[in-house]
């Protein structure tokens, strides 16, 4: 497929809407005022001028069909957002021919509640929130109702809060093994187990530094988040040991939620939940992904269906009151039979969490290297039940995103009983407290509202971390002058 630009340079606008329809394609694109192109198949996006008018047309070619979607408007008559008039012919000519309708409409971004946030706080009702998305970005009204009730459980927690507050994420890329669709920096134990000695020793001299800059700034801690990786790969001892330095460097007193995400249950015994029950965290990940033996095999997840239920009942026995379930629609091996299922046994273990990810396929994952049958599951009829499950059970959507190369360009939503939202995953999906990263493959996000954020990289491999450690620490007085340049 050929992308043809002229008058225009919407190279990446227009891709993002190609990949919509035809997934995991590669696109060329040349710059030319003729429409005339070798390939069979080809897109012609122009923008042409007058003196009073912008005259906008695509022309596509696919499929042995040819659809021409075109739009002139008067200059006077106030600003056209170009780039999304062209995205919204080509979203119109290619749904034309392929039967397709993708239901985020043209809404390429990742974050489709922070724009209804940014709505909100602009004085935007719900009619008018729904008509821009509807209208501007063609989305379905099932998505403006997901949408929009996610931005409203967030705003009581967002309207509350303190702008020298900031979250603290340590980063544990190590797991036992490697799952098929994983695209995270994470190194398995078996090649990484010799690194992680001084790979705690150094993390823990970060963490010391680190709690005496908030301390000069006046910061607060707010919630901590242990994630990678698979933290539980970690032995107790270990985990203990930067829990308590943890205690030990800041003022958790105003600490209000402690989250270390277990994630694979075969790396979860009940010395490490005690563990970490005792060293302040509050809240789990146990996350199965699926209960269906066969998709486990498939993904290489090396833990059994049985595993996970001992894992969560151990959780519960030892007192975590909000545990949190991740699952992914569109596994491969996976049907909607099996879904279902799934979706049916873990609503009935009631978890105060509940996140349903749609499947990417990430160009890092092993996933990726096999045939794409797995693009053909009816992923759409997944998400939805697990939707009409979750609202009827009493969940409510609380964080939202989207990533590149969805499986159906759906979503992953995060549910939550009432009271039990994880307030770090909002921040972090919002972008709206500073998140200052502990460990390799981290990066500490600086925020400042409205509109400043920088970004502080640590470095990505533990290998890289343990050795550079002095050098990344320097570059961390980034930190201070980013609060000194606010105040
Ligand atoms: S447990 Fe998570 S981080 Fe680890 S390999 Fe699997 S998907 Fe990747």
């Not at 507050?165 to 187990?193: A, E, H, M, N």
Request: proline content about 3%; some cysteine.
């Amino acid at each position: 497929m050929t992308l043809i630009l002229s008058g225009n340079d919407y190279k990446y606008e227009l891709e993002g809407v190609l990949k919509l329809f035809i997934p995991a394609t590669l696109f060329n694109h040349v710059y030319s005022d003729s429409f005339y192109c070798e390939d069979d198949e080809s897109v012609f996006a122009r923008v042409r001028e007058t003196k009073n008018t912008v005259l906008m047309y695509v022309i596509c070619r696919y499929k042995g069909r040819c659809v021409r979607k075109g739009l002139l408007v008067r200059k006077n008559e106030g600003d056209t957002d170009r780039e999304l008039c062209l995205s919204k012919l080509l979203y119109k000519a290619l749904s034309e021919i392929t039967g397709i309708v993708p239901k985020w409409g043209v809404l390429t971004g990742i974050r489709p509640v922070k724009r209804v946030n940014r709505w909100l706080s602009e004085g935007c009702g719900k009619d008018e929130i729904y008509n821009r998305l509807r209208n501007d970005y063609l989305c379905s009204k099932e998505k403006c109702d997901i949408a929009y009730s996610t931005a409203m459980t967030q705003k009581q927690i967002l309207d509350g809060l303190d702008k020298k507050s900031f979250s603290l994420y340590v980063s544990i890329p190590f797991c036992p093994t490697r799952c098929s669709y994983c695209s995270f920096i994470s190194q398995t134990l078996d090649s990484g187990r010799k690194l992680i000695p001084e790979y705690i020793d150094k993390m823990c001299r970060e963490i010391r530094y680190t709690a005496l800059m908030t301390k000069e700034l006046g910061l607060t801690l707010d919630t901590v988040y242990f994630g990678g990786g698979t933290p539980t790969s970690f032995e107790a001892e270990q985990l203990g040991t930067i829990m308590k330095t943890i205690e030990h460097s800041f003022d958790m007193s105003n600490v209000r939620e402690y989250t270390v995400e277990a994630g694979r249950p075969d790396t979860i015994t009940e010395d490490k939940l005690r563990t970490i029950r005792a060293n302040g965290c509050t809240r789990i990940s146990i996350n199965p992904q699926s209960l269906e033996p066969a998709v486990l095999e498939a993904i290489g997840r090396s833990h059994s269906v049985r595993q996970f239920y001992d894992s969560f009942e151990l959780a519960r026995k030892i007192g975590f009151e909000c545990i949190n379930t991740d699952v992914i629609a569109g596994l491969p091996n996976d049907t909607p039979e099996t879904f279902r299922n799934t979706i049916d046994k873990l609503n009935e273990l009631s978890p105060e969490n509940f996140t349903v990810h749609t499947l990417s396929i990430k160009r890092a994952a092993v996933l990726n290297r096999g045939d794409k049958e797995v693009l053909k599951n009816p992923t759409d009829e997944m998400v939805e039940y697990a939707t009409e499950v979750l609202s009827r059970s009493g969940y409510q959507p609380y964080y939202l995103y989207r990533q590149k190369n969805m499986v159906g360009n759906l979503e992953n939503i995060g549910w939550s009983k009432k009271g039990f939202e994880s307030l770090y995953n909002i921040y972090i999906m919002e972008e709206v407290q500073t998140i200052l990263a502990m460990g390799a493959g981290a990066s500490t996000k600086l925020v400042d509202h409205p509109e400043r954020l920088e970004r502080v990289f640590n470095y990505k491999f533990p290998l890289e971390y343990n050795k550079h450690f002095d050098l990344m620490i320097e570059r961390k007085q980034q930190i201070k002058d980013f609060y000194t340049e606010q105040s």
